[in-house]
T-cell receptor, first 115, second 114 residues
């Protein structure tokens, strides 16, 4: 079975540009999570969805960040406009049964560099 | 808010040795879950082992085992007969029962030397 698929794997962009990161969760999983990993702050939960509905977006840093999940097999994380401090690895993860004590399956991450 | 602390930023051992990674956490809850995730150079986070707080028995997965001390809020990971492929970042993580937010520690970079 395919795991969580993220694209792009690497992205380099200039400050002010729009960035869109994509995620395809594991088929049948009903929860999806977006995490950000930086050296300074480690792994932070940005937002998560249950059954395509955003449940908690308190980790989204500011209005420049937005996430959508139009259907059970696709999610996007958008940054507009991007800033150098957004440089990080962004992980998408999915789980069955809402992740209550269960395993989160992570994608390989999207490394974003904003110049 | 729950916090997870890994006090060892880096560790290094020889192949075949046993190594123990430390993790402490802070919570006022009684029921929760604890995890160890591995992040190899490929970057993907992989679950190593999981423990339910209500279970007294320590979880074991092949060469990986935990020492769960609930009163001390300690959750260490022991890797026996370490292998070169165990080289990775290891993250301790916490999740409240009935919640979905996984809170991670800062990570321990483990190097297994030949």
């Amino acid at each position: 079975d395919a795991g969580v698929i993220q694209s792009p794997r690497h992205e380099v962009t200039e400050m002010g540009q729009e960035v869109t990161l994509r995620c395809k969760p594991i088929s049948g999983h009903n929860s999806l999570f977006w995490y950000r990993q930086t050296m300074m702050r480690g792994l932070e939960l940005l937002i998560y969805f249950n059954n395509n509905v955003p449940i908690d977006d308190s980790g989204m840093p500011e209005d420049r960040f937005s996430a959508k999940m139009p259907n059970a097999s696709f999610s996007t994380l958008k940054i507009q406009p991007s800033e150098p401090r957004d440089s990080a690895v962004y992980f998408c993860a999915s789980s069955l049964q809402g992740g209550f004590g269960g395993e989160l399956f992570f994608g390989e991450g999207s490394r974003l560099t904003v110049l | 808010a729950q916090t997870v602390t890994q006090s060892q930023p880096e560790m290094s051992v020889q192949e075949a040795e046993t190594v123990t990674l430390s993790c402490t956490y802070d919570t006022s809850e009684n029921n929760y879950y604890l995890f160890w995730y591995k992040q190899p150079p490929s970057r993907q986070m992989i679950l190593v082992i999981r423990q339910e707080a209500y279970k007294q028995q320590n979880a074991t997965e092949n060469r990986f085992s935990v020492n769960f001390q609930k009163a001390a809020k300690s959750f260490s990971l022991k890797i026996s007969d370490s292998q070169l492929g165990d080289t990775a970042m290891y993250f301790c993580a916490f999740m409240n029962q009935g919640a979905q937010k996984l809170v991670f520690g800062q990570g321990t970079r483990l190097t297994i030397n030949p």
